[in-house]
């Protein structure tokens, strides 16, 4: 039986009745920029955040963009982040004319380390990236505790709805950032019918401004404050993603008894390091990712097996050709250079059955002659 990565078939099976009428409401009123639906996932994103303003955009990549505009990020700044993340959160710094500055992860979480974020700090600095990776938090309040005064987008493109325990507080992906990004990119644990995005804040006057800057830089139409952009949440997306929320938490649960069940298998097995959640964590689960020995021969074997795995992510981004021009070289970034040799997602998804569960153990225990 072949197992997929990711089988969004499945998620849809279970949610179609809820989700098609709401589809067919919305065709029904015409009503497709902005406007209620979208209201009313930015009111449920940032009650789920605990936050008081959401406002919701075209993508994870535009709510990262449009955060580092509202933070004044731009020509001769700086902007901290990892090298270990998807492109977005680097590439959407240099498109606003900042400078990415990459510092290194810690190899068991694979998030940024505080401390290199602080070695990295220069008066050009305007803010720092942290990333939430594979449904992780970040050390989010180490990151801020070690940069005094400087504005955390917390890219939690891959983390809505995990949490972290923060001086004796259960804090949501995205609450204790200055700004919080999230993406609703259909493999995203909320996923939408295309692509979607939202920021979360409390800060009254960042929220304005992303408004503003998601409407072309203009608080009324035709009348422009600054120069923004066109990247609007989608009231089709808004309305399939406020039919999912409610599920979300069962959805990551799913998720996490899954990892339970791989970890277990796994404990004894040599080649591979699983997982590692930090006590005052609790992970989404967007990705199981591994440390494997041999892995590109593990993805292969699994892969003639029928078995979906991924590695996210193969190059790190101060080693990216279109990164050239920052002067990075090998050896600058060693656990973010080695995580990329070693990292191997396996298939996490809620809706996995056990046969299929046990199908992967069997081929990642067969593979290493366990
Ligand atoms: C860490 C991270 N940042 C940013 C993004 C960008 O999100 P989107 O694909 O919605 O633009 C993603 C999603 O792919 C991501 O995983």
């Known amino acids: 039986m072949p197992v997929p990565l990711l089988d969004l078939r499945a998620q849809h099976a279970t949610i179609r009745d809820e989700v098609l009428p709401a589809l067919?409401?919305?065709?029904?009123?015409?009503?497709?920029?902005?406007?209620?639906?979208?209201?009313?996932?930015?009111?449920?994103?940032?009650?789920?955040?605990?936050?008081?303003y959401a406002?919701?955009?075209?993508?994870?990549?535009?709510?990262?963009?449009?955060?580092?505009?509202?933070?004044?990020?731009?020509?001769g700044s700086e902007v901290i982040t990892t090298p270990f993340t998807f492109f977005a959160?680097?590439?959407?710094?240099?498109?606003?004319?900042?400078?990415?500055?990459?510092?290194?992860?810690?190899?068991?979480?694979?998030?940024?380390?505080?401390?290199?974020?602080?070695?990295?700090?220069?008066?050009?600095?305007?803010?720092?990236?942290?990333?939430d990776l594979f449904g992780q938090m970040a050390a989010v309040e180490e990151v801020a505790n070690a940069v005094p005064g400087l504005p955390v987008i917390e890219d939690a493109a891959q983390t809505i709805g995990a949490?972290?325990?923060?001086?004796?507080?259960?804090?949501?992906?995205?609450?204790?950032?200055?700004?919080?990004?999230?993406?609703?990119?259909?493999?995203?644990?909320?996923?939408?019918?295309?692509?979607?995005?939202?920021?979360?804040?409390?800060?009254?006057?960042?929220?304005?401004?992303?408004?503003?800057?998601?409407?072309?830089?203009?608080?009324?139409?035709?009348?422009?404050?600054?120069v923004g952009f066109n990247s609007r949440l989608d009231a089709l997306q808004a309305v399939v993603l406020s039919a999912k929320l409610p599920h979300l938490a069962q959805w990551s649960a799913g998720r996490r008894?899954?990892?339970?069940?791989?970890?277990?298998?796994?404990?004894?097995?040599?080649?591979?390091?699983?997982?590692?959640?930090?006590?005052?964590?609790?992970?989404?689960?967007?990705?199981?990712?591994?440390?494997?020995?041999?892995?590109?021969?593990?993805?292969?074997?699994?892969?003639?097996?029928?078995?979906?795995?991924?590695?996210?992510?193969?190059?790190p981004l101060h080693l990216q050709p279109c990164f050239a021009y920052l002067g990075y070289k090998e050896g600058t970034c060693p656990e973010s250079e080695r995580a990329a040799k070693e990292v191997l997602s396996l298939p996490i998804y809620p809706e996995l059955t056990h046969g299929q569960l046990d199908e992967v153990i069997t081929a990642v225990r067969g593979f290493y002659g366990r």
């Open 55 to 75: 406002v919701g955009c075209a993508s994870g990549t535009d709510a990262i963009l449009l955060a580092l505009k509202a933070l004044d990020c731009g020509p």
């Open 89 to 131: 959160t680097a590439g959407t710094i240099h498109n606003v004319g900042a400078k990415p500055v990459f510092v290194d992860i810690e190899p068991r979480t694979f998030n940024i380390r505080p401390d290199a974020v602080a070695a990295a700090r220069t008066s050009k600095s305007k803010a720092v990236v942290p990333v």
């Open 257 to 315: 008894k899954n990892a339970e069940y791989y970890n277990q298998a796994f404990a004894d097995l040599d080649g591979v390091v699983t997982p590692y959640v930090e006590p005052n964590n609790e992970s989404i689960f967007n990705q199981y990712t591994i440390r494997a020995q041999r892995r590109d021969d593990l993805q292969n074997y699994l892969k003639e097996r029928g078995i979906g795995s991924s590695i996210y992510y193969p190059l």
């Open 163 to 226: 949490r972290r325990m923060i001086d004796g507080e259960w804090r949501m992906a995205g609450e204790a950032a200055t700004i919080g990004t999230f993406s609703f990119f259909p493999s995203k644990n909320l996923g939408a019918y295309g692509d979607g995005g939202m920021m979360v804040t409390n800060d009254q006057g960042l929220a304005e401004r992303l408004k503003r800057l998601r409407m072309h830089g203009g608080s009324k139409m035709y009348f422009h404050d600054e």
């Open 24 to 52: 067919e409401k919305l065709a029904d009123s015409q009503l497709f920029i902005l406007g209620a639906p979208v209201e009313q996932l930015e009111r449920e994103v940032a009650e789920l955040s605990h936050t008081k």
